[in-house]
């Protein structure tokens, strides 16, 4: 029998674990059935498996901040053993004890979500891991990359290389194996990846050089102006953010962020009041509620690069959108949508805030997948 992790019984922020072996993902779930069961006096906490902290916190840190955003709640790590964190909520104004348990629920929904995507992530690696793992030890897999050439009457009069064919002397198998393997390489370039085929009139997109056949690339287009492969889009994307908001912009140089002393401060408010949902909304006609942000960047060269980055993207709609709060449950709402900003000054990137040394390279990033960048 599988020996099995053992909980020592006591306030849900203070468990301590005895190590044994078990499954991952066990321990996962075991951890977010814990989450449930915590009650009475630490309402304001939630335990989690470190895997799905540091996960969460790396891959999609605008959900946290959007989920602080609309809850007013800081998320601070109050406690730590060697395989769980205990979080703690706290409100960054005074909130009713219901308020905080909307966050709290929220939060959790968040981490169970976020498990969900770790073990999809996990499976995903695994597979990928094998079929490398295959091409490289496997000569026949080799042959599933070739499977086009001898159609196309680029086969070798030795019959070197095809299944079922003898080679010849065994010093020659290493050539073959060579051969068979640059044709593959050749094989993979001459490939579209819309069709599969052999690229027909041959286009190759301007920005990320990426080649397809011609037709299948103007057909691709018309459905998302974006290169399929990486994309990079060809054109403008104008989002469905609210029309009547306003983006202020102004600076402090008496602010000083963490790891950015030397600059002063750029502090950025956007301001949406009330209004009606327009065709390109989920819901025309239906009212929404107003809300005003405030997000903050150094004041140094690399910051004013992301704020004119921020300014194309306001302009083109994208920083926003219209939808349902994924925090509250609550439809019709202006939320984020997903071009990360740092809300708070300090308390690093679980606080949403500095220092945070990848945060300028990360979120042109995010702008880039929405086609915003410098050029």
């Keep these: 029998m599988t020996p099995r992790r053992s909980l020592h019984s006591g306030p849900c922020d203070h468990l301590c674990w005895r190590t044994l072996s078990h499954s991952c993902w066990d321990q996962v779930s075991f951890v977010l059935s814990r989450m449930a069961a915590c009650g009475g006096t630490q309402k304001n906490k939630v335990t989690v ?40 909520l706290s409100p960054e104004n005074h909130i009713t004890p219901n308020g905080l348990h909307v966050a709290r629920k929220a939060l959790k929904t968040l981490l169970k979500e976020t498990e969900k995507e770790l073990k999809k992530s996990h499976k995903q690696h695994q597979l990928t891991s094998c079929m490398t793992y295959g091409d490289k030890n496997n000569d026949h897999g080799g042959e599933l990359h070739i499977r086009n050439v001898y159609s196309r009457g680029q086969h070798s009069t030795s019959g070197r290389g ?59 287009l018309q459905v998302k ?82 704020l004119t980055l921020f300014k194309k993207a306001f302009d083109q709609r994208l920083t926003f959108t219209i939808g349902t709060s994924m925090t509250t449950g609550r439809p019709n709402v202006i939320t984020w949508n997903d071009i990360h900003h740092k809300t708070n000054c300090t308390g690093g990137p679980q606080l949403f805030g500095y220092p945070d040394p990848t945060y300028l390279l990360r979120v042109q990033e995010e702008l880039r997948a929405k086609g915003i960048t410098a050029d």
């Design 49 to 88: 498996n470190k895997s799905i902290w540091d996960f969460l916190s790396k891959e999609a840190p605008s959900k946290l901040d959007q989920l602080s955003e609309e809850n007013k709640v800081r998320i601070l790590i109050d406690g730590e053993t060697p395989e769980i964190y205990v979080l703690r």
């Design 162 to 220: 095809i299944p079922g064919c003898s080679g010849g002397a065994s010093s020659s198998h290493g050539g073959s194996r060579d051969h068979r393997r640059d044709e593959a390489e050749d094989d993979r370039e001459n490939q579209c990846p819309i069709c599969l085929g052999e690229i027909q009139n041959i286009k190759t997109l301007e920005k990320c050089q990426h080649s397809f056949c011609e037709d299948c690339i103007t057909r691709a």
């Design 225 to 306: 102006k974006a290169c399929p492969m990486c994309g990079r889009f060809y054109g403008q994307l104008v989002g469905n953010q609210p029309e009547n908001g306003r983006m202020l912009v102004s600076k402090d140089s008496g602010l000083l962020l963490p790891s950015y002393e030397k600059y002063g401060t750029i502090i950025i408010q956007y301001v949406f009041p009330p209004g009606i949902q327009g065709a390109e909304h989920p819901n025309p006609g239906v009212r929404y509620p107003g809300t005003t942000r405030v997000a903050y960047l150094p004041d140094c060269p690399e910051g004013n690069k992301v």
